[in-house]
């Protein structure tokens, strides 16, 4: 059975950091592109980032670029984003995603990141 | 890259037929066969519906259709049942950020 948990989240004030992980199961974890979406209290989803399989290749949505870092460690079998200079939009539960053929197949159950003084 | 847009609520009887759009542009929806669609229940993660403009995974519901014109993509649910009651996402490969989603749709079963 494919499941994804993210762990991580929590509250962090305005500009700093903070780091989530996604445990990866019941898959060739190595093999698939891995994503980060999230959605804010209330909100819609919004794409965040995205890393290929051997992680040599990654790309983030325009708000985050230069501040969040989408890494891997598929000996490890967890996907990672780093998340730093965070702002109160950042506020969200975030979401680890598996990718196959340009679709998001299997979503984690989130995890809740809070920015706020 | 602006969001896909959808309409923000849909409304239907039970056993009735509702279709929620899709509208984004000739970059992402209309330039390409990759739009899927999510459906959400509150406090849940989003599940796939959709893939392929017109895929269903297996284990989704055949009362779950999609279909795509031009730049829009639409989702239709057909024989509405209460338990369908959920927000509704479509998201297309674009040519510049890899994805874009829609800006979600509550479909209320009245």
């Not at chain 2, 970059?27 to 899927?36: E, F």
């Not at chain 2, 994805?99 to 749709?105: A, H, I, N």
Request: glycine share 12%; charged share 15%; net charge positive.
């Amino acid at each position: 059975e494919v499941q994804l948990v993210e762990s991580g989240g929590g509250l962090v004030q305005p500009g700093g950091s903070l780091r989530l992980s996604c445990a990866a199961s019941g898959f060739t974890f190595s093999t698939y592109w891995m994503h980060w979406v999230r959605q804010g209290p209330g909100k819609g989803l919004v794409w965040v980032s995205r890393i290929n399989s051997d992680g040599s290749s990654t790309r983030y949505v325009d708000s985050v670029k230069g501040r969040f870092t989408i890494s891997r460690d598929n000996a490890k079998n967890t996907l990672y984003l780093q998340m730093n200079s965070l702002r109160a939009e950042d506020t969200a539960v975030y979401y680890c995603v598996r990718e196959v053929g340009l679709r998001f197949d299997y979503w984690g159950q989130g995890t809740l990141v809070t920015v706020s003084s | 890259q602006s969001a896909l847009t959808q309409p923000a609520s849909v409304s239907g009887s039970p056993g009735q037929s509702i279709t929620i759009s899709c509208t984004g542009t000739s970059s992402d929806v209309g330039g390409y066969n990759y739009v899927s669609w999510y459906q959400q229940h509150p406090g849940k993660a989003p599940k796939l519906m959709i893939y392929d403009v017109s895929n269903r995974p297996s284990g989704v519901s055949s009362r779950f259709s999609g279909s795509k014109s031009g730049n829009t993509a639409s989702l239709t649910i057909s024989g509405l049942q209460a338990e369908d009651e959920a927000d509704y996402y479509c998201t297309s490969y674009t040519s510049s950020s890899p994805f874009v989603f829609g800006t979600g749709t509550k479909v209320t079963v009245l």
